[in-house]
C-alpha cells in the first residue's frame, strides 16, 4: 500500500480479539488526538452489529461497514487513531478508501491462541466467532491480507502497555508528536 501523508491517519487492523478497539484508546489518549472505533459509529448509526448479521446477513454488513468508512474518512482529523472491525480491511474496497486517504495501516499481528481465549464467551457479541473451527480457517484465510498493511506489530504480549510503548514509537516516527511524553 501507498502512503503519503505527512500527519497520519493511523489505523488498526487485525483478528477480533487482537487489541485493535482496547490499544487504539490507549494509543489516542497517549497522542491526545481523537479516536474512532468503525465498529462502535456503526453500532451508533444502525444497531448493535449481532442483529445487522441477524437481519441482513454478513453482507448486509459488509455494505453497512462499506458506506460507514466511507462517510467518516473525509471528515477524520489529522492525527487520529481509526481502529477496524477484524473483517474490514479485508474488503479491497476499503483498503482503496484507505489508500486514497493516506492512511497508516498497522496490523496487529496476534497469535491464534491468544486471539480464540480472548473472543471465547464473546460469541454473541462477534457472530463469526461462534466455532472455534471455523475461527482457525478464517483467522489463516485472512492473515496474508493482514500482511498487506503498512507495518505488522507482533502482538505476543497480553500487556497492552507493551504493545503501547511500540505504537507510541511506532507514531512518533511517522510524525505524530507525543504531547504526553513531550511533557516529560
Ligand atoms: C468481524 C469483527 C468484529 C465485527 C464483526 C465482524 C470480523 O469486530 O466487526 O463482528 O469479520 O472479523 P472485532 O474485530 O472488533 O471483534
Not at 446477513?57 to 474518512?73: P, T, V
Not at 474488503?91 to 491462541?113: K, M
Not at 486471539?115 to 483467522?139: I, K
Amino acid at each position: 500500500m501507498s502512503n503519503h501523508s505527512p500527519t497520519p491517519l493511523l489505523v488498526l487492523i487485525g483478528f477480533m480479539g487482537a487489541g485493535k478497539s482496547t490499544l487504539g484508546r490507549l494509543l489516542a489518549a497517549q497522542l491526545e488526538c481523537p479516536l474512532i472505533d468503525l465498529d462502535v459509529e456503526i453500532s451508533r448509526v444502525h444497531g448493535p452489529i449481532p442483529d445487522l448479521f441477524s437481519t441482513r446477513g454478513e453482507s448486509g454488513f459488509r455494505a453497512i461497514e462499506h458506506h460507514q468508512l466511507n462517510q467518516m474518512l473525509p471528515d477524520m482529523a489529522r492525527p487520529s487513531v481509526l481502529a477496524l472491525g477484524g473483517g474490514a480491511f479485508l474488503q479491497s474496497a476499503n483498503r482503496e478508501l484507505l489508500s486514497r486517504h493516506g492512511a497508516t495501516v498497522i496490523f496487529l499481528d496476534a497469535p491464534f491462541e491468544l486471539v480464540r481465549t480472548r473472543v471465547a464467551g464473546s460469541a454473541h457479541q462477534r457472530p463469526l466467532a461462534r466455532d472455534s473451527e471455523a475461527l482457525r480457517a478464517l483467522y489463516e484465510q485472512r492473515r496474508p491480507t493482514y500482511l498487506l498493511a503498512h507495518h505488522r506489530l507482533p502482538a505476543t504480549d497480553a500487556d497492552p502497555s507493551v504493545l503501547l510503548t511500540s505504537l507510541v514509537q511506532l507514531a512518533n516516527q511517522l510524525g505524530v508528536r507525543s504531547p504526553a511524553h513531550d511533557k516529560l
